[in-house]
DNA sequence: GTAATTATGTACCGATAAGTATAGATCTGT
DNA sequence: ACAGATCTATACTTATCGGTACATAATTAC
């Protein structure tokens, strides 16, 4: 055991808590004061386990997309459906989780993707979120280029095309429920845009 | 004409500077100086044209409307054209415009929906974002509820439910321009997403 | 020309932003 | 028990936030 005082609080549950306030106001809506009151801590403490703001945001992007982000990727491999209806799975996955009511609306990675291009984000955590965008694209390339995949219904079709559509939907239905669409609204949207998979 | 000193600057090219940096950044990211700044004006001046920051941001949104968002709409009305046509050209449009490199990138409503569910944007401007948002999906709703639009490919095909598809869309081709997505790139998710109607 | 009116520029207001210095509390290793 | 290490709480710093007071410049009505 290391020496000097212990932690009194869970990172781990201060850092989901960041997460969240983010998720909520974006990065440059969310003060610190906002942080240290939803994480129970102040200041120092923050400062200390961190960094600071900047590496608080990066670090509450990567527990999204391990908590949120990348459990909706495996109902695009199960192995016995139809490429139609592990699209679909993967995207009302998705669409739950927007319009989760324990959750904040929308999804935090579609939000801060909207926040680059202006001054208020700081380059690394821009250089954060298109990677993760890229890394997502990256995924459904490969979700589409598999071999199961290539024996589907979808020959002929290009991989990368299909990664757009399928992200360009995915934000779509993530801005859909920031702007208050239920989720059964959501699961329309989805069953009408992959109809003709 | 009426009495006292004349206003030194234009106060709708004003408004429209206000509104790329609105759009830039979005309502937290943006200061007053960085208001200011890219007006060519000062504080007194913005106050008295424009009365403070939210009402500015409301102008800003609506002129917005105005000038980026309603020229859309009549490509969903040309007389002699599919369905799909129509909606192909509606959305290449509107894929023109986020990727436009002579404007901010992506579409301000977007980003402002995004940014709608945290404490940063005052009630009112957020009740601007979701009329707006309410006036497209009725005039989508209207498009493909029209005449025209029935004796059309679609027939049998909820209004609604489309125009909640093409307003997904429109949100997710604007946040894949945020994401650096080209023009060619939209185009494609564009084609392979209407190809069904 | 003079009074009334309106816009501009500077300098300011209190509040809050992100971040830190410092002192005291709490722990481990010896 | 004591030394060294680490965390916490309060209070602080500097900068910027949105917004305004006030004096001055420019304009019209008479």
Known sequence: ??????????????????????????Y??????DLTTAMGINKPSLYS??????????SALEK????????HGKYLFSADK??????????????EMVTDPKLP?????????????GTCIPKDAVQAILKINAATKSFLIEAFSNEAMKSSVN??????????????????????ARNGAS???LKEVIMFSTAQL
């Open 183 to 185: 989720f059964s609204e």
């Open 105 to 117: 609306s929308g999804c935090f990675v579609c939000i801060s993707t909207s926040e680059i291009g």
């Open 1 to 26: 055991m290391k020496a000097g005082r212990h932690r009194s609080f869970d990172k781990d549950i201060a850092l989901e808590q960041a997460m969240e306030v983010f998720w909520r106001n974006g």
């Open 49 to 58: 386990a961190f960094g600071n703001k900047e590496n608080l945001y990066k």
């Open 155 to 176: 020959s002929g079709r290009s991989p990368s095309v299909m990664a757009c559509f399928v992200i360009s939907l995915q934000f779509g239905l993530a801005v859909m």
């Open 64 to 71: 999204y997309v391990e908590k949120h982000g990348v459990i």
């Open 28 to 33: 440059p809506g969310t003060s610190l004061s």
């Open 82 to 95: 139809l490429l139609t209806d592990r699209v679909q799975d993967y995207l009302i996955s998705i669409a």
